[in-house]
């Protein structure tokens, strides 16, 4: 038999990324050439223009475009090997996805970081703080702490010794995971921001230690609305719309 993988739906704009990637590797854009406007490739591809804008965005990452402020968008100097490569899952998931996700987190979490106030024991409490130890740690190497938040998180939901919400929180996991990591790479490399998020983390724990329900829930709000806040700015400033 063969092996057989899941099939997978796909975004407008992942089409829109895998057929720009097929006309830059083709050589109809070449390094240096200026790709048409928003509005223009929206009309092309017969999608809207926030379709665009997330292909494009996705494109930046990557580095295959820059945006010239006053002039345009522009395919880079790029290594070959990028066109023949996977686009990361966490670049796949979009600005209203997140948004979303952080609506369901906020009523979630606001109920799970309660129980876990007044039900954690001694061996949640170590989880907890090995998770913020870890992401303390993360601080002084390249890596962003992603798999450490999360594991923060989800030792909070463990610590609620409810069977539901750990069980929807595993549900949510790899949405959460490509989330966290796509706020954090863009986000959080800007000076002080990974230090501030610590202290939020280092707050929430300290409140559930203490079994401060109040507290906790207000901390865990904060850290969430934080997050949205971020990227309810257009995720797309740095895209040239120009002609």
């Known amino acids: 038999m063969w092996e057989i993988q899941q099939v997978k739906p796909k975004n407008l704009y992942e089409n829109v990324v895998e057929q720009l990637k097929e006309i830059i590797s083709s050589g109809n854009l070449k390094p240096g050439d200026k790709i048409p406007s928003v509005r223009s490739l929206s009309s092309s591809f017969n999608v809207g223009q926030s379709t665009i804008r997330e292909a494009l965005s996705v494109l930046k990452t990557i580095g295959l475009i820059e945006a010239r402020h006053g002039e345009g968008t522009f395919i880079r100097n790029f290594d070959s090997s990028i066109l023949n490569q996977s686009i990361p899952d966490y670049l796949l998931i979009t600005k209203e996805d997140i948004i979303n996700l952080l609506d369901v987190r906020k009523i979630l979490e606001k ?23 870890q992401m303390e740690s993360d601080l002084t190497s390249v890596i962003i702490g992603g798999e450490a938040d999360w594991a923060f998180h989800f030792a909070i939901a463990e610590a609620s010794q409810n069977k539901i919400l750990i069980s929807l929180m595993e549900h949510l996991s790899t949405t959460m995971q490509k989330a966290m990591k796509f706020i954090r790479d863009k986000y959080y490399v800007s000076p002080s921001m990974p230090e501030k998020l610590l202290a939020e983390h280092r707050g929430i724990f300290l409140a559930i230690k203490e079994q401060n329900v109040a507290q906790a829930e207000e901390l865990i ?18 895209i040239v719309e120009e002609n």
């Open 111 to 133: 109920g799970t970081v309660a129980f876990a106030a007044q039900r954690r024991t001694t061996e949640d409490l170590i989880k907890i703080e090995t998770a913020i130890n």
């Open 221 to 238: 709000l904060a850290h969430l609305v934080s997050g949205q806040d971020l990227i309810s700015f257009d995720r797309y400033e740095d």
